[in-house]
């Protein structure tokens, strides 16, 4: 009877340890220069593997491929962009084949991983943007992150998330044993 248990948890132990993430996103490459330095100094960082990520600003579907106009975060060991009003630098990747812009839409988080191809100059705003441009071989789109509800403390003294530990209900007790007089 236990021998064919055995392998069988072995096997559920074993898919429970498995990424759902791209080896790509997974896993940076161990130089990654930010898209702010690659626009800088191209010739550098031509066909170097990248994986940036960030906050979609706009998606552009073409015949045979779409770009997504990415705002680049700072991104965490697990290749999710951070939150919060930091920028790399703007950059373009190229997806091949169509993307949905009702799914990646604007303001979503994506990380995408692959070769730098070349530098691309487009407006934002009245501003002559360079952009640099990226063959998305892998990519992910993220879940938006649940809401956070700040837990409120009491307006008295305790906490209601606070339990004393000389509290008992049913009994007079106190912080330190009494003698007792015999």
């Not at 559920?12 to 800088?40: D, Q």
């Not at 779409?66 to 997806?95: C, H, K, M, Q, Y």
Request: proline residues 12%; aromatic residues 12%.
């Amino acid at each position: 009877m236990y021998r064919g248990l055995t392998p069988l948890l072995l096997l559920l132990l074993l898919t429970g340890c498995a990424s759902r993430l791209p080896s790509g996103i997974a896993e940076a490459p161990v130089e990654n220069p930010a898209p702010s330095e690659v626009a800088a100094n191209p010739n550098a960082h031509a066909q170097r593997t990248v994986r940036w990520g960030g906050t979609i600003a706009e998606v552009e579907n073409r015949a045979e491929y779409t770009w997504l106009v990415v705002v680049g975060r700072p991104l965490a060991g697990n290749g999710r962009p951070d939150e919060g009003d930091r920028s790399i630098g703007r950059f373009l990747a190229r997806v091949p084949g169509f993307l949905d812009p009702a799914i990646y839409e604007a303001g979503r988080q994506v990380t995408v991983s692959g070769p730098v191809i070349g530098l691309v100059k487009r407006p934002v705003g009245g501003y002559e943007y360079t952009y640099p441009e990226m063959l998305a071989e892998s990519r992910h789109l993220w879940e938006p992150l649940p809401e956070r509800i700040p837990a409120m403390e009491g307006p008295y003294w305790y906490s209601p998330y606070w339990y004393d530990p000389w509290y008992h209900p049913y009994r007079r007790s106190h912080p330190w044993p009494r003698s007792r007089a015999r």
